[in-house]
C-alpha cells in the first residue's frame, strides 16, 4: 500500500488521509526522488494532454490552420468551460473548416459554476464546445483535417488521427500502448495505463527536448511557449495550473489529470514529475504538486495552494491539508 502523503485536519486532529505516489525523473530516466510504488500503471487521464498536442505541431496542422497560441494552448487544456474557453475551441474549428457538431467528446455543463450560471441565464445550453476537453478535441479535428482524413470517429482507436496520437505518446514515455492496457476516457478517446516513473521521464523530456527527435523537441518548445503565455487557457478562473503557471511562467509547466493524477515539468533542472494519489482526490495531488515544486525550485507557491485552508458554508476556518511527513523538505 502507498504511504500517507496528505493529512486532512479538523480542530487540531487528523480527519482523513490521502495516500498516494510519487516520481521525480531526470531526462537520463534516472529517479531523483519517489514515494511508493513508481512501477505502478496508472491512467494519466487529461495530465498528458500536452504531449497528445505535439502531432498538431510536428505535423505541420497548427501552421496549416494558423492556429495561435491561445489555440494550441487550449489544446493541451482541462479547461472550465469560460466564454473565452468555448470561443477558442469554436474559432479551431472554423479555420479547419468544421464546426461544433465535428465533435465527439459529448457535452457538459461548464465547470465553473459562475460559467453555468451565466450561459443557463442567458437561455443557452451546454454543447460540447463548453466540455473540459474541447481544445485538446479541436487539436485531433485540426490534425486529421490537415491530413485529408475524415474526422470522423477520430476518437476511436484504429482512426489514422488517434493512432498518431497513440505513437507519439507511446515513443515519448516509452511505453507500449495497446489493447492490453487500454481503457476509455470521460471524453471518449482511448487511455492507456502507465507507470508513474515513465510518465515522470515523459514530462522530464517535453519540458527539455532530450531524447526527443528535432522536430518533436521543437514543438514542445512551442507547446510550453504557447501555454507560458496563455496560462488562463489551460484551466481558468481560479484553477491550480493556471495560477501555478502564471506565478512561475517558464519554470514550471503542470498539468491536472482526473482522479489524483498530476504531472509536471521544471525544465530548468530537467526534471519530470508525476503524482498519483490512491482515493483519486484532486484537492490532495495539488498539494503534492506545490510541496513538490517549493522543494525542487525552492520559491514558494502562492499561499491558497501551499497551504489549503478548509472552510465551511459560513466560510469560518474548520481545517486545512497538509503535507504528512518530511518527504516535502529539500534535502
Known sequence: ?????????????????????????????????????????????????????????????????????????????????????????????????????????????????????????????????????SGKHSGFICVACAAGDDPTGYIRPEHPTMRRITA????????????????????????????????????????????????????????????????FMVGGTGRFDTEVMKAFGARVFVKTGAEGVYCAALPDLGYGIAIKCDDGAGRAAELVTAALIERFLGTPVPERWAHPVLRNWNGIEVGTLRVAGDWARAR
Open 168 to 231: 507519439a505518446l507511446s515513443e515519448v514515455t516509452g511505453t507500449t500502448l495497446d489493447a492490453r492496457n487500454r481503457g476509455i476516457d470521460g471524453c471518449s478517446i482511448p487511455t492507456y495505463a502507465i507507470p508513474l516513473q515513465a510518465l515522470a521521464l515523459a514530462f522530464a523530456r517535453f519540458g527539455t527536448g532530450a531524447g526527443l527527435h528535432p522536430d518533436r523537441a521543437a514543438a514542445a518548445v512551442r507547446i510550453r511557449a504557447a501555454v507560458m503565455e496563455n496560462p
Open 1 to 133: 500500500m502507498d504511504p500517507v502523503l496528505v493529512e486532512v485536519t479538523r480542530g487540531g486532529r487528523v480527519e482523513s488521509v490521502h495516500c498516494g505516489a510519487l516520481a521525480v525523473v531526470d531526462t537520463d530516466g534516472a529517479v531523483v526522488f519517489s514515494v511508493g510504488d513508481i512501477e505502478a500503471a496508472v491512467f494519466p487521464r487529461s495530465a498528458v494532454k500536452a504531449l497528445q498536442a505535439l502531432p498538431l505541431v510536428e505535423t505541420g496542422a497548427a501552421d496549416r490552420w494558423g492556429l495561435t497560441p491561445a489555440e494550441i494552448a487550449l489544446a493541451c487544456s482541462s479547461h472550465n468551460g469560460e466564454p473565452e474557453h468555448a470561443a477558442t475551441a469554436a474559432a479551431m474549428l472554423r479555420k479547419a473548416g468544421q464546426d461544433v457538431s465535428t465533435l465527439e467528446c459529448g457535452a457538459h455543463w461548464p465547470t465553473l459554476q459562475s460559467a453555468t450560471v451565466a450561459l443557463a441565464a442567458s437561455g443557452a445550453r451546454a454543447t460540447a464546445l463548453h466540455n473540459n476537453c
